[in-house]
């Protein structure tokens, strides 16, 4: 087993007593009588990272849909941004990064095309069948969707990851269809908390995308930062751009106000995040889990300064009537491709038809609504608009 690169703490999650994987089946590597160097968490990071899924959040929407410019967000510049912060963490509280790493990047793997706007609708769409709810879709992928290995389905995860990723908000009092069978088969403990490593991939996603929406705002022409100047953390900043360096070009801004909104959440959140884990004490891991609290969080100052700005970008970014209009267009984008396809079922790919051997026309409603919702979710922004393009164009039949 490769030693660690720093020294972890207690609480960390250490790697020799990782629970294992669902399936013990050895790395390729070690099956044609090599050696794999790495820990099983860098091998959870790297299947993520080769996995079509994830291949796939390049052209799926963080805020603005993929042909509005090409410097915004996707989801996939979002998860790589997750896992840096997650990363640098980490290493200062001395916790397993490569774990934490892998949690990152996953975490977002079940997301529609178009944001939370297309899961919405398809959510809205499935309601008489149980909804749809892209953390649960994560782990479907995980466990089910992804046909990469010849020997399993999914990704064959350790059981810290999938954890991780399924509870990485916290504990799962309200548990759905895909998670109860996961925990069934590989007990998650849905009632703790996640190991540290989750706890501050989920703190980072909350750095990430509020400082980088910011940055995305007002690159687009929906922010002033001069309509910031009031706010907590950015109005700060920007008054001290100002008076450092007079007016300064929308690139050089955008880039000091966001790399120095991270820095202070990052900063508070491991300042008290080492408070907490001193008040507590945890001897491991699983004492990190039970502690009845998050031991990763942000101050009382800091978490009120953060949803202060998450408001201001609720009105300001997120319901502007721009990004209303496109919300607008995906949402019936997402309900008229569902509604056809479980009208009529032939019109989806070839490939599709049949799950498990079986014809979709023979499957359930249930089970039918859930299968349609695995070929929309795993649509690209790009892809949904084509074949909605080929669907409902009363242009030439054949393309």
């Given at each position: 087993m490769p030693m660690p690169l720093i020294d972890l703490a207690a609480y960390a999650t250490h790697v020799d007593d990782s629970r294992g994987r669902l399936l013990d089946i050895p790395s390729a590597s070690v099956e044609i009588g090599g050696y794999d160097p790495r820990s099983p968490f860098q091998r959870d990071r790297d299947?993520?990272?080769?996995?079509?899924?994830?291949?796939?959040?390049?052209?799926?929407?963080?805020?603005?849909?993929y042909h509005e410019g090409d410097y915004f967000r996707t989801r996939l510049t979002h998860s790589l941004e997750v896992a840096q912060i997650t990363r640098a963490i980490c290493r200062q509280l001395r916790l397993d990064d490569d774990l934490a790493e892998a949690i990152a990047l996953a975490h977002d793997l079940g997301h529609t095309p178009f944001g939370h706007a297309g899961e919405t609708e398809l959510d809205d769409a499935m309601r008489d069948v149980g909804g749809?709810?892209?953390?649960?879709?994560?782990?479907?992928?995980?466990?089910?969707?992804?046909?990469?290995?010849?020997?399993?389905?999914?990704?064959?995860?350790?059981?810290?990851?999938?954890?991780?990723?399924?509870?990485?908000?916290?504990?799962?009092?309200?548990?759905?269809?895909?998670?109860?069978?996961?925990?069934?088969?590989?007990?998650?403990?849905?009632?703790?908390?996640?190991?540290?490593?989750?706890?501050?991939?989920?703190?980072?996603?909350?750095?990430?995308?509020?400082?980088?929406?910011?940055?995305?705002?007002?690159r687009a022409g929906l922010l002033d930062p001069d309509a910031m100047l009031d706010l907590p953390l950015a109005g700060p900043i920007l008054t001290d751009l100002k008076s450092r360096y007079g007016t300064l070009e929308t690139s050089r801004l955008v880039h000091e106000l966001t790399r120095r909104l991270i820095s202070l959440a990052v900063s508070d959140l491991v300042e008290e995040s080492l408070r907490r884990l001193n008040d507590h004490a945890p001897k491991s891991a699983d004492d990190a889990r039970h502690a009845g609290r998050p031991l990763i969080g942000f101050s009382d100052q800091m978490a009120k300064d953060l949803e202060v700005m998450r408001g201001f970008l609720f009105t300001a970014v997120w319901r502007h009537y721009k990004v209303n209009r496109m919300t607008s267009k995906a949402k019936r984008v997402m309900r008229q491709l569902y509604d056809l396809f479980m009208a009529q079922t032939n019109t989806l790919p070839q490939d599709w038809q049949m799950v498990d051997g079986t014809p979709i026309l023979d499957l359930s409603h249930a089970d039918r609504a859930r299968h349609v919702a695995d070929y929309l979710a795993s649509m690209t922004d790009r892809y949904a608009m084509m074949e909605y393009e080929r669907l409902f164009d009363l242009g030439p039949i054949l393309r």
């Open positions: 299947r993520i990272i080769h996995c079509s899924a994830f291949r796939r959040l390049k052209h799926k929407t963080q805020v603005f849909i749809f709810d892209h953390n649960e879709q994560t782990i479907r992928i995980l466990t089910k969707l992804e046909h990469c290995y010849a020997d399993f389905d999914g990704l064959n995860l350790t059981w810290e990851s999938l954890e991780g990723i399924v509870k990485h908000n916290g504990p799962d009092a309200d548990p759905r269809p895909t998670v109860i069978a996961l925990d069934q088969a590989f007990s998650l403990d849905l009632n703790s908390y996640a190991s540290l490593e989750a706890q501050v991939a989920a703190l980072s996603d909350d750095i990430a995308y509020i400082s980088h929406d910011c940055d995305d705002g007002i």
